[in-house]
């Protein structure tokens, strides 16, 4: 039989077990009150089979597995990081010359002369 509070196992001696019984006598009731006495709670057995114990040296094997595998991914993380930062660096120094978009056209129409840039400078100016 089971304990009808909690469901422990109990012999044939009562409906509840000694620590339910314990903590109902701590709060007694008047004689002649109505209570509800609980269904009886199942028995929860897992039907999943028990795992085989694994040895030290096992244990030692797969924590090591899983010390490569997370070193692993670091590696991973922290080329990730210097590509990014490597793309970064790129952006910022080296295309800091380049002309920005839409600069290489102008859109206004010039009214003055138009400067010749295929002649060199000592020349300009002079017949």
């Not at 990730?80 to 120094?93: D, E, M, N, P, T």
């Amino acid at each position: 039989m089971h304990c009808m509070k909690c469901g422990r196992p109990i012999g044939e001696q009562g409906a509840f077990c000694k620590d339910c019984l314990a903590v109902m006598e701590r709060y007694p009731i008047k004689s002649g009150t109505k209570v509800m006495i609980p269904t009886p709670r199942p028995v929860r057995r897992s039907n999943r089979p028990q795992r085989k114990q694994r040895t030290p040296d096992e244990i030692i094997s797969a924590q090591r597995r899983q010390i490569r595998r997370l070193g692993r991914m670091v590696a991973a993380l922290l080329l990730l990081l210097a590509a990014s930062v490597g793309v970064i660096f790129w952006r910022l120094y080296w295309e800091r010359d380049m002309a920005p978009l839409g600069s290489n056209y102008s859109t206004a129409e010039s009214t003055g002369p138009t400067v010749q840039t295929d002649v060199p400078r000592e020349t300009m100016g002079q017949p």
